[in-house]
T-cell receptor, first 109, second 117 residues
Framework: SQQGEEDPQALSIQEGENATMNCSYK?????LQWYRQNSGRGLVHLILIRSNEREKHSGRLRVTLDTSKKSSSLLITASRAADTASYFC?????????FGKGTRLHILP | GAVVSQHPSRVICKSGTSVKIECRSL??????MFWYRQFPKQSLMLMAT?????????EQGVEKDKFLINHASLTLSTLTVTSAHPEDSSFYICSASPPSPTSYEQYFGPGTRLTVT
């Protein structure tokens, strides 16, 4: 079963712009993670934010978590062509990770 | 970082045959491994949770007799797709979780693309 719903499903922006993706979930969680997947390839772990954290940064990535709204956002600043990929949020509860449907991000040159 | 491998990376088999996919944690011991399936342009769907030395726990709707999971050691889990059919064609990804009560991270393998003809 899927827990997270990403919004938007697809996003195209110009190189250099910021990209924001949102994720909503339904049940209580221990943590929320964001992953990137290039077409037909494996997953790359981007960032994990715990349920007691509100914001986390890693390089050009900024993740927020609002447990009262059961939502998270991933911001990629100064986007690059190499950022073109699918991005998934994944909610962790107990020892399971449940993935959302993903956002397909396309960076235009 | 922790590395998880899968073998094979690609496999083509005929309808009715069985295919075994291996998932190995290379530099850590994994008490728990997970198997996911991903159809084209869709998300990863958790199929089952595999614990070393015990039976796997399957998600609702996943046929345990069709997708046989064995977690015989702390570094190896196998998924066998029995009597494969074209609708089983998919991207199968495993992940492994080290035995830490404070770590929620899973390390993902590169995936195995199964094509059933």
């Amino acid at each position: 079963s899927q827990q997270g719903e990403e919004d938007p499903q697809a996003l195209s922006i110009q190189e250099g712009e910021n990209a924001t993706m949102n994720c909503s979930y339904k049940t209580s969680i221990n943590n929320l993670q964001w992953y990137r997947q290039n077409s037909g390839r494996g997953l790359v772990h981007l960032i994990l934010i715990r349920s007691n954290e509100r914001e986390k940064h890693s390089g050009r990535l900024r993740v927020t978590l609002d447990t009262s709204k059961k939502s998270s956002s991933l911001l990629i600043t100064a986007s690059r062509a190499a950022d073109t990929a699918s991005y998934f949020c994944a909610t962790g509860r107990d020892d399971k990770i449940i993935f959302g449907k993903g956002t397909r991000l396309h960076i235009l040159p | 970082g922790a590395v998880v491998s899968q073998h094979p990376s690609r496999v083509i088999c005929k309808s009715g045959t069985s295919v075994k996919i291996e998932c190995r944690s290379l530099d850590f011991q994994a008490t728990t491994m997970f198997w996911y399936r991903q159809f084209p342009k869709q998300s990863l769907m958790l199929m089952a949770t595999s614990n070393e030395g015990s039976k796997a726990t399957y998600e609702q709707g996943v046929e345990k007799d069709k997708f046989l999971i064995n977690h015989a050691s702390l570094t190896l889990s196998t998924l066998t797709v029995t009597s494969a059919h074209p609708e089983d064609s998919s991207f199968y990804i495993c992940s492994a979780s080290p035995p830490s009560p404070t770590s929620y991270e899973q390390y993902f393998g590169p995936g195995t693309r199964l094509t059933v003809t």
